[in-house]
């Protein structure tokens, strides 16, 4: 809830919890659509008199009267007020709320049909409990809610509701989530080490939206908005307050505020320019099909950067039993790390001795794993290995292991996913890439068909100009990502010509030599050319 200073009947300065919270925001998007019937039905009239009510909303069985909306307005308005924000205009302001009154119907309709009620000896304590965080008894606490213009019945109805939706969202965790303690201790150690490694990014966002059957004029008219409220930003005024005032999106009544977002989190289609912007930056407008949008990036938290490390591995596991102990299950695999580091092959050992028969059968290769794929004591084990270093024996909930790391890499498909979302293939290519190419941004020049190996050549020239190539994976090579700049239609020549003529002949040639059947005489060196 957001707090607010106000006085009670004895003249002291308290903090009042008065405003519904924003802090279920979300989870009805996923409990349900409302069917929403704006005006649907005109006012009650009664002769010679004001209207009575009217209904403006209609979600699925329940309603929401004018005079709801109309209670939560001058609710908002005050908040902002004290927060010293500028209002919105009043459709702008209505439409929000109304938006936020809806959120709540369909979160309470969910919370009684799975039978959540909160009764009023439950209320009466929470209540209480409200009165004395106020330092106030009960009923100092209900003449200060009633001196601020609220009804007090209303206001214990909206914390029975805020209590109704609380318990909802615990009862799914509860009955619909079974975690064993052992998940939970990997969870949290897995956080810990991807909190230091992934970037998080705190966004807010103003978005001018443009109906999906809107025709130039108003597209044009959505566009000159943002620019006026683009303009407004570059000349310093507070983005929490042009959010307020001016933005369509549903988070426009909290400044816009997005939340914390991972990079996989944030839509694609602004993925790229939320990540390469400075903490406390403002985009320029950034198009899209719902309309325009304007981002800020308010802070960045976590190290690294940003881009999940894979690494190569492979393992060696043993497994104690009723006939091996613990203890004889280390001391095994202490002797096969020493075999390992006098020069005996891994991959073999591996065949002939691992319990994880999937991967021994790979010469316990485990592929490339991500930050997060494997148990927190063997990944950290392997995390701090460089390339070609076996580890000590580990134990972990499968038995004991050593482990040896192949290769590092960055996830080449994290990278893709940040240039298809904006950013500069030429900067990243310089900051991770291994080839000889990368203090030029990854620029390999012209390429013809044939020049190169057969996977990159088919990924270059399946992949349009200005767009990625998806990750290519050589078996013995690495792994390659394209961005095709040019293309042209032209002739080979030169060193290009000279590279296809002599891949064009290996294609050609090596198949034939694999073929011959030669018997060599040991004495000698008699290699095939």
Request: charged share 30%; proline share 3%; with cysteine.
């Amino acid at each position: 809830m957001r707090s607010r200073e106000t006085c009670p009947p004895d003249g002291r300065s308290v903090t009042l919890q008065m405003s519904v919270s924003d802090r279920f925001r979300g989870l009805s998007r996923a409990l349900g659509r409302a069917l929403l019937a704006s005006l649907l039905f005109g006012p009650v009239m009664v002769a010679g008199r004001e209207p009575l009510d009217a209904i403006i909303a209609v979600v699925n069985d329940d309603v929401v009267m004018a005079s709801e909306l109309k209670r939560m307005v001058r609710r908002v308005q005050k908040e902002l007020e004290q927060r010293g924000g500028e209002l919105p205009p009043d459709r702008v302001l209505n439409r929000q709320v109304l938006e936020r009154l809806v959120l709540t119907k369909i979160q309470l309709q969910t919370a009684r049909q799975t039978g959540v009620q909160v009764d009023d000896e439950s209320l009466n304590r929470a209540m209480s409990n409200i009165a004395a965080e106020n330092g106030m008894s009960l009923a100092q606490f209900r003449q200060a809610v009633e001196s601020e213009g609220y009804g007090f019945v209303q206001f214990r109805e909206d914390i029975r509701s805020e209590i109704m939706v609380s318990r909802l969202r615990q009862r799914q965790v509860d009955n619909l989530i079974h975690v064993s303690e052992r998940e939970i201790d990997n969870y949290l150690a897995t956080q810990a080490r991807q909190d230091k490694i992934e970037h998080e990014y705190h966004l807010a966002q103003i978005l001018v939206a443009v109906p999906e059957d809107a025709d130039a004029d108003r597209r044009k008219a959505a566009r000159d908005k943002a620019l006026a409220a683009l303009k407004r930003l570059r000349q310093g005024e507070d983005f929490e307050q042009v959010a307020i005032a001016v933005s369509d999106d549903q988070e426009a009544l909290e400044g816009g505020d997005l939340g914390w977002r991972k990079t996989g989190e944030i839509p694609a289609i602004y993925a790229g320019v939320a990540t390469s912007l400075r903490e406390g930056g403002v985009s320029d407008l950034i198009e899209s099909p719902n309309g325009y949008h304007i981002l800020k990036l308010i802070a960045v938290r976590g190290g690294g950067t940003g881009l999940v490390t894979e690494t190569h591995a492979r393992h060696i596991l043993v497994k104690p039993d009723d006939l091996v102990s613990a203890e004889a299950a280390r001391a095994r695999l202490d002797r096969l790390r020493d075999r390992v580091l006098a020069g005996e092959d891994f991959a073999g050992l591996a065949r002939l001795n691992s319990a994880d028969k999937q991967s021994a059968a790979k010469g316990g290769d485990l592929g490339w794993m991500s930050p997060g794929d494997l148990v927190p004591k063997f990944e950290d084990a392997m995390t701090a290995l460089e390339p070609g270093g076996v580890s000590e024996p580990i134990e972990t909930e499968f038995g004991w292991h050593i482990v040896q790391v192949l290769n590092h890499a960055p996830d080449l498909a994290a990278i893709k996913a940040q240039i298809d979302g904006g950013a500069d293939f030429a900067t990243l290519a310089r900051d991770f890439s291994e080839g000889s190419e990368a203090s030029r941004g990854g620029d390999i020049g012209w390429v013809a068909r044939g020049q190169l190996d057969e996977a990159l050549g088919a990924a270059i020239l399946a992949t349009e100009m200005g767009k990625t190539s998806g990750v290519v994976t050589v078996a013995d090579d690495g792994q390659y990502l394209f961005q095709v700049t040019k293309e042209e239609e032209r002739t080979p020549e030169g060193l290009q010509l000279d590279e296809i003529r002599a891949r064009a002949f290996s294609a050609w040639y090596d198949p034939k030599k694999a073929a011959v059947d030669v018997t060599r005489d040991e004495a000698i060196d008699t290699s095939a050319s």
